[in-house]
């Protein structure tokens, strides 16, 4: 009984100071607390109460122009009453392959009023890759923008298809061509066009969410995600990472991605506006949050490498005295990144670690950033994470072993079966990491990216992060290589600054001087770039 008062007060405490639960009209306050009896903590929930409080607000500001709260909570009405003429029942599955735009949320939000599940795609995957997933998860529908027709004709047959975004958009009523030689389908403004806007009647079950592994190690898999059963989460993460109720939010991320996704559904929470940019520009991001006069900026680490490498001056001719906070995720941070980062943006930068499966684990303020560089941070409020052995035994400070994390957020399991190890309500998140003596988490690598070379254990993070912080290297990997006298040996493969002349020799004594000699990498091979995915995970299997 104490436990369930003191975690309604943290809600409570949270969405107040979040503004979440700031005064309107009481008319107003009564339609949208309706709609979330109604609906529970849904999209179509968020969007709802939204409309009802702000609906003249901007809700969404893409490359199209910007739509209010009204026009979405309208728009969305009316698609998922046209996906329900075409054919899309309740409990159908709608694969979406959009990238960050009106109708990826507007897709999303209709789906929820349907009580579909919406199966994320990720805009990179190739043929084969969307063939293997569209065949497992076998959407009645799919939703995609015309740049990927020819990717997805294949799995068109026997599935309604309709169009988002088309090449050459220019307006909101983009017209009907259907996508290109061969694929007649309707866009989804001619899905909406005409039909009634009225609210709906809220589906027996609500849809869940598909969000599908990257991919890195596999054949990405569908996570299988339902509604969470209560604010509780989100007030958690509001109270690690302080986003607040009506700013504007540039979201950089992919949203197919869980930490994409996750900002999209927060900010139905926070009535926030969310400008969005189909492809990712590191100047025209930039611009986005000064013409926005934005707060916050929703990342992958990636893009705030490609930022810094405008030039602190280029980043300084941009008016970006609005934004306030920075949240990077989706792959790992390294500390000097972070560093830099907060020399040119100042202490606004929060990185928050966790998987497609886990959601979210941990959360590094600026704070934490500064004193230990290359922490995940602490688990938020409602999160526990654990440091486990081989035999299952807590481990204690300063000592590596199995993450596990627990909470409300955890994946129900993967759609095509299987499941990610669990320990009672713990759950593995893959990968290695230690508390140090003031609880901060380390994430030292994947637990199947371990290199044994020569009978000892090396984690990649800790060569890649010393290599990393060196003046003229612009980003690095290590992987472990076949070696017919050690097992395997370290392979670092090296993106060097444009005007950096930095040698094989010179990398490895730096690792000598610093490192245990094992650790030394025997053979530096320098790219252009390293080759990554869209949320900015190095593929390293393409290194070996």
Known sequence: MGDRIADSLHVATALIRAGVAKPSRPDRSLRALWGLRRWGPTLAAGYLGAAARYPGAAAIADELGVLTFAD?????????????DHGVQE?????????NHRW????SVACAKLGAHAVYLNTAFAGPQLTAVLGSENPAAVIYDQEFTSALEPAFAGRLGFLAWRDGTTDAGHGGLGGSAGVDHPTLEEVIDGRMVAPLTPPTDPGRTVILTSGTTGTPKGANRASPGSLGPAAALLSAIPLRARETTVIAAPMFHSWGFAHMFLSTALSSTLVLRRRFDPADTLRAIAEHRASALIVVPVMLARMLELGADAVSAYELSSLRLIAASGSALPGPLAQ?????FGEKLYNLYGSTEVAWATVASPQDLRAAPGTAGRPPRGTVVKI????????????????????????????????????GDLMSTGDMGHFDDRGRLFVDGRDDDMIVSGGENVFPSEVENLLAALPGIREVAVVGVPDPEFGQRLRAVVALEREATLTERELQDHVRRNLARYKVPREVRFVDELPRNATGKVLKRELV
């Open 91 to 99: 409990g159908d599955r709608i694969a979406l392959m959009c990238r």
């Open 388 to 423: 486990l052995d081989p035999e299952s035994h807590l481990l204690p400070a300063g000592v590596s072993g199995r993450i596990f994390v627990g909470s409300e957020m955890l994946f129900e399991g993967y759609t095509g079966g299987g499941d990610k190890l669990r320990l």
């Open 72 to 84: 979405v909570e309208a728009r969305t009405n009316a698609l998922a009453r046209g996906l329900s």
């Open 340 to 344: 830099d980062v907060m020399d040119v």
């Open 104 to 107: 990826f949320i507007e897709a």
